[in-house]
């Protein structure tokens, strides 16, 4: 892993101590801290009576109900949940995007969210696409420890998890940092992403010039990822595709989201990496303060 991989990982981990991870409402917050689903299971937090049937936990019956009534009931508690985050890094090429802020924005956006999930008191996976989607090594510790990552995939998240879903862990959070810039339907890396989760989000990562070019005139365009070239001329008709074709194809992954109950921000890396505010997350309520 390049050093400079581990600066901005670090980078990243420090500015995070000022932040924490909001839950959606698919996790509530419990007394002290604890953190409780709405199905039932074995905490101290009371959640309602029910019939006692045969194999239920004798423990569990409530005497007073059968001294009042005659009636034998159980009582339920709200399952006690652990919250678990999975970040996971477009390791493509386009993320390493040579005269821009990207490599360092997005490595240093998951040394943050790991740190904002231990402020939390959750834990974490952190995950990297290349020609599948695997576990980065040492991804559960602090980011100082991680290792083996690389912006150098010629495969798309898309096609990695295609090629082999991940296993996330069951009701675990999903946040995905990506550019997005694949071919497909955004639906198809949803499906992956979203299965059996309690919560997706999907930080768009991009460069400035990615969302305002500038450049005009005839141009020679090198694919970051393929290394295919084309010469091309760009007047203000083409400037103009462009803009409506990338606002396409944001509102394309916005409205998956919305179809698969996850949320959407687009951040810019230079944006972000200038003093690690970040207004659109918390306004988001997918970062606090902590």
Request: charged share 25%; proline share 3%; net charge negative.
């Amino acid at each position: 892993m390049k050093s400079e991989y581990r600066d901005y990982l670090l980078q990243g981990q420090q500015a995070g101590l000022r932040y924490a991870l909001f839950t959606s409402g698919r996790i509530s917050q419990g007394l002290a801290g604890s953190n409780l689903g709405s199905r039932a299971g074995s905490s101290l937090e009371f959640m309602e009576h029910r019939n006692y049937m045969p194999g239920d936990d004798l423990r569990h019956i409530d005497w007073g109900v059968f001294a009042r009534s005659d009636r034998l009931c159980t009582k339920m508690f709200r399952e006690e949940i652990s919250p678990h985050v999975e970040i996971v890094i477009d390791g493509s090429r386009s993320m390493g995007l040579a005269g821009s802020e990207k490599a360092r924005a997005c490595l240093g956006l998951a040394g943050l969210l790991a740190q904002a999930s231990i402020n939390s008191q959750f834990t974490f996976s952190a995950w990297q696409t290349g020609d599948f989607c695997e576990k980065i090594v040492n991804g559960s510790e602090s980011p100082a420890a991680w290792d083996g990552l690389e912006l150098e995939s010629i495969v798309s998240p898309g096609e990695a998890f295609k090629r082999y879903p991940p296993h996330f862990r069951p009701r675990s959070i999903r946040v995905l940092i990506s550019d997005l810039f694949w071919v497909g339907d955004p639906r198809q890396s949803l499906m992956s992403l979203a299965a059996n989760a309690s919560d997706v989000v999907i930080l768009q990562l991009v460069a400035r010039r990615d969302v305002e070019p500038g450049d005009q005139g005839s141009l020679r365009l090198i694919d970051s990822e393929t290394g295919q070239v084309r010469e091309l001329f760009v007047d203000d008709a083409a400037m103009q595709r462009y803009e409506q074709n990338f606002s396409r194809h944001q509102q394309n992954w916005r409205r998956a989201c919305t179809e698969f109950g996850g949320r959407m921000v687009t951040l810019v890396a230079e944006d972000v990496v200038k003093d690690w505010h970040l207004p659109e997350l918390i306004e988001s309520e997918i970062l606090g303060v902590a």
